[in-house]
Structures are given as structure tokens and as C-alpha cells.
Nanobody, 123 residues
Framework: QVQLVESGGGLVQPGGSLRLSCAASGRAFSSYAMAWFRQAPGKEREFLAAVTLSSGSTIYADSVKGRFTISRDNAKNTVSLQMNSLKPEDTAVYSC????????????????WGQGTQVTVSS
């Protein structure tokens, strides 16, 4: 199993940047594909980005492509999400998720989730 804890959320002005981190504990972090999702009030959980086991490949949702960057450090058991050019519609609870071996953009495919961190984009 993998336990996930997010950090780095907060209040940021439109156009600003924020970097989220997700620390993983448990065994064999490098065997898990990692992803970030978000959920805004009244909306379904939305896929944002995923990274393969060795950071060899990433996938992004169209809504964040070019603004968000996912990365992982297997030596530190962490995955990060760098968010630039933030917009008010990016306001949501952001969660990291882990899935054994293969990446996916479907939330149903991820077995392990963090508790989430709030990101609010407002002036």
C-alpha cells in the first residue's frame, strides 16, 4: 500500500504560481504511476496530469496543458505539480493519487488517494 499526503496549497492571485507536493510512504513508490486530480465545489473530480514510473512520460488534461507540470522524485518518494498562470476557475481541492504500474486519466483506476489540499485563486 501507499499513503499519500499533499502540501503546498493556499491562496494565490490570478496569474500567480503555486507548487503542490505529495509525499508518499509505504513500499515501492517507484512501482506506482502518480497523478493529480482536483475537485471544485459541486463538480466531479477532474483529472489533471499523470506521470509514469520513471518520469519517462506524462499526460495532461487539455484544461491545464502548458500551465501545469507534473514531476516526480523517486529518491524522495515525492510527486509535484507546478501550477503557473493560475485562474479563478482553478480553485479546487487538489489530490494526488497512485496506481500500480500504469498511468491512467480515469479516477476510477486509482486505488490510493491523499486527503487533498485547498487551492484558492482570487484577488
Amino acid at each position: 500500500q501507499v499513503q499519500l499526503v499533499e502540501s503546498g496549497g493556499g491562496l494565490v492571485q490570478p496569474g500567480g504560481s503555486l507548487r503542490l507536493s505529495c509525499a508518499a510512504s509505504g513500499r515501492a513508490f517507484s512501482s506506482y504511476a502518480m497523478a493529480w486530480f482536483r475537485q471544485a465545489p459541486g463538480k466531479e473530480r477532474e483529472f489533471l496530469a499523470a506521470v509514469t514510473l520513471s518520469s519517462g512520460s506524462t499526460i495532461y488534461a487539455d484544461s491545464v496543458k502548458g500551465r501545469f507540470t507534473i514531476s516526480r522524485d523517486n529518491a524522495k518518494n515525492t510527486v509535484s505539480l507546478q501550477m503557473n498562470s493560475l485562474k479563478p476557475e482553478d480553485t479546487a481541492v487538489y489530490s494526488c493519487a497512485a496506481r500500480y504500474w500504469v498511468t491512467s486519466s480515469s479516477r476510477a483506476d486509482y486505488a490510493y488517494w491523499g486527503q487533498g489540499t485547498q487551492v484558492t485563486v482570487s484577488s
